[in-house]
T-cell receptor, first 113, second 114 residues
Framework: QKEVEQNSGPLSVPEGAIASLNCTYS??????FFWYRQYSGKSPELIMF????GDKEDGRFTAQLNKASQYVSLLIRDSQPSDSATYLC?????????????FGKGTKLSVKP | KAGVTQTPRYLIKTRGQQVTLSCSPI?????VSWYQQTPGQGLQFLFE???????NKGNFPGRFSGRQFSNSRSEMNVSTLELGDSALYLC?????????????FGSGTRLTVV
């Protein structure tokens, strides 16, 4: 059973700080890695994807990937109260014809004003 | 550009009944996947359809089934409902493959089985 592990939190950070969210995965064949944000009562929304080892930056968000360690992280700089949500890490399943996404259970982030 | 549309938004059903949920993907998206989300298990993959064919299937019992039509719209059906089927059912569409650019999710159908 392929798994994606995340610390459930809650992770509490003060406004303006850097929030660091981490994820490990078990499927060594995974090639695509995604971060979704889910507000309470809403559906998940894609915020970042990364395919190659290293960092990928998009505005206040940076995704980091280390395939050797099977580790993905998301950094949120200058955290805002509006960033308070559950963050879901997802990786593609290497088996299956096109690879569905396997999701972690999410880390709940709380940004305090 | 319209997003992923799921209907209905809320459903209350009695144990033993069956239910059909509907999903219209983003125009041009040919892959439609279904997920069940519960507080304890998180997002669990049900199945994926592409060009009217089931391309991937998760580990759910045969009571859960789906289909896709020629216009890419998809339905999922749950027969003989159990209390444990109460969950948020999310439809997700992709252009061709979710591994390329991920999914766009619909707003979900909240199913309550009583």
């Amino acid at each position: 059973q392929k798994e994606v592990e995340q610390n459930s939190g809650p992770l509490s950070v003060p406004e303006g700080a850097i929030a660091s969210l981490n994820c490990t995965y078990s499927d060594r064949g995974s090639q695509s890695f995604f971060w979704y944000r889910q507000y309470s009562g809403k559906s998940p929304e894609l915020i970042m994807f990364i395919y190659s080892n290293g960092d990928k930056e998009d505005g206040r968000f940076t995704a980091q990937l280390n395939k050797a360690s099977q580790y993905v992280s998301l950094l949120i700089r200058d955290s805002q109260p509006s960033d308070s949500a559950t963050y879901l890490c997802a990786v593609n399943a290497s088996e299956g014809s096109q690879g569905n996404l396997i999701f972690g259970k999410g880390t709940k982030l709380s940004v305090k004003p | 550009k319209a997003g992923v549309t799921q209907t209905p938004r809320y459903l209350i059903k009695t144990r033993g009944q069956q239910v059909t949920l509907s999903c219209s993907p983003i125009s041009g998206h040919r892959s439609v996947s279904w997920y069940q989300q519960t507080p304890g298990q998180g997002l669990q993959f049900l199945f994926e359809y592409f060009s009217e064919t089931q391309r991937n299937k998760g580990n759910f019992p045969g009571r859960f089934s789906g289909r896709q039509f020629s216009n890419s719209r998809s339905e999922m059906n749950v027969s003989t409902l159990e209390l444990g089927d109460s969950a948020l059912y999310l439809c997700a569409s992709s252009l061709v493959s979710p591994r390329d650019y991920g999914y766009t999710f619909g707003s979900g159908t909240r199913l309550t089985v009583v």
